[in-house]
């Protein structure tokens, strides 16, 4: 399976993030990160980490997660990562 475009990632990201922080009009640039979201607290990363690696079929590892400073360095993970296959 191939890494889908960063567009499509930045777009699916979104939706993920909506759906999990219940903010319908959320808006994720590259350089947003927690501080930029009230929602987004430790327990809602952690959905959000499950979520993101449900929806593009990847695992992060803790040391990946821990080192992400914005939604723009989790988009280039996520193209970094071979999609399992099914």
Known sequence: MLT????EIMEALTAVFREVLDEPALTLREDTTADDVASWDSLNHIDLIV???RKFKVK???REIASLRNVG??????QQKPAAQH
């Open 60 to 62: 992060f590892t803790t």
């Open 51 to 53: 979520a993101v690696e």
């Open 73 to 78: 360095e989790l988009a280039t993970l996520i």
């Open 4 to 7: 889908p475009p960063r567009p």
